[in-house]
């Protein structure tokens, strides 16, 4: 079924701006937070609020690649202003990355995800629950950012890699919690601290592989459904009756198990759906959510979702300029894909969704007066429909 136009006009974009929104949300969560004391220093020329508007003016610009190129752009009137009060000197933006807790940002992330509210679930039982896919995407670093090692390269030189862990809202199309570390720090560990009791977690084979994870998850109140490797031992208690609907959906087995081949290593009785995917073989998933509440069926449907968080994952590195680091520390880098998901919810708050690759350029056009708000609104409609070419 086709779906309506947005609602919006030339008048109304040329009144949005994204820095101002930005610097009008940041303003008031900097008042709250306690800042390095270097910004309070009377020679500091920039405020704390012009250095993050400048990080994100070049995260959305399609012309600043460099941070030498941001430098440059601050000499223009019109960048200073709308992004920053006046010109910004190479060294200062370098320093200003070192001033910066990314976690000064975190409750602007959360201001602006409980905006977005997806369609509830049809089943009213589902209604309640928070469901998470959890994952996380490894971002490729420059050999000189020590901090960032990840395993060993070629020769003996150790890689480089920035992972961002994300907790993924299934329903409402959106990051929740999200956390920047180095690509060797455990998923497992992130996840641990960061659990939202009652809420259910989607997870893949890695998850499943500590069996003392499932406990854990369990004293917090929280379900989940993660992907068994395929070598993990099952020991059947109680195979369950499946139904018509489960048979349809290619579910082949459902039982109460436990897992583990010695008695040290069990677990608690836990449920095991088998599906036969035609394209990923036999897929074994662990859950402890009872059939009463969950059938086969939508458990197997539950974990296909979880795809959805990939997607935001390519989403973020094609579209907003996450390949290129404008930073090299570890703030630094935090501080820029934090402004990234920013940027991104508010992009969703204004079009009504996350806009893909041709969407995006649409927008970009728009803010570089190539397009009228007509054609934006147009090419919104057509992402809408899904006759937009997917990135």
Request: some cysteine; overall charge positive.
């Amino acid at each position: 079924m086709a779906r309506i136009a947005p609602a919006f006009a030339d008048k109304d974009l040329q009144r949005w701006k994204l820095i101002a929104d930005f610097r009008a949300c940041l303003v008031p969560l900097l008042e709250e937070s306690p800042l390095h004391s270097s910004w309070a220093d009377p020679r500091r020329r920039l405020a704390c609020t012009d250095y993050l508007s400048l990080f994100l003016f070049a995260l959305v610009n399609p012309v600043v690649r460099t941070l030498r190129g941001l430098c440059a752009a601050t000499q223009l009137q019109r960048v200073q202003a709308e992004v920053c009060s006046r010109y910004a000197s190479l060294g200062s933006l370098s320093e200003a990355q070192h001033l910066l807790d990314p976690a000064l940002l975190e409750p602007l992330l959360e201001n602006l995800g409980a905006q977005i509210q997806g369609p509830l679930p049809a089943d009213p039982r589902a209604a309640w629950q928070e469901w998470f896919a959890r994952d996380s995407s490894l971002f490729a670093a420059l050999p000189r950012m020590a901090w960032a090692q990840y395993g060993g390269g070629g020769g003996g030189a150790p890689n480089r890699a920035v992972r961002l862990h994300v907790s993924f809202h299934l329903w409402d199309d959106k990051p929740v919690h999200v956390r920047v570390s180095a690509g060797r720090v455990c998923e497992r560990k992130v996840l641990r601290q960061q659990l939202e009791r009652g809420a259910t977690y989607v997870g893949d084979r890695y998850f499943a592989e500590d069996y003392r994870l499932f406990a854990e998850l369990e004293q917090h109140g929280c379900r989940f459904i993660l992907r068994l490797r395929d070598e993990a031992v099952v020991q059947v208690e109680e195979e369950l009756p499946l139904r018509d609907e489960d048979r349809a959906a290619r579910v082949s087995g459902d039982a109460w198990a436990h897992l583990g081949c010695k008695a040290r290593y069990r677990t608690a009785r836990l449920r095991v759906v088998t599906i036969q995917s035609a394209t990923a073989g036999t897929l074994r998933l662990i859950t402890n959510l009872p059939p009463a509440e969950l059938s086969a069926a939508e458990v197997g449907a539950l974990y296909r979702r979880r795809w959805q968080i990939e997607g935001f994952f390519r989403w973020i590195k094609c579209l907003l300029g996450c390949r290129h680091w404008l930073a090299e520390s570890q703030r630094g880098v935090s501080l820029q894909l934090y402004l990234a998901l920013i940027a991104g919810l508010m992009l969703h708050l204004l079009l009504g969704r996350r806009p893909n690759q041709r969407l995006m350029e649409r927008l970009r056009f728009y803010l570089l007066g190539w397009a009228s708000a007509e054609e934006l609104a147009h090419a919104t409609l057509e992402a809408l429909n899904g006759s937009v070419q997917k990135p």
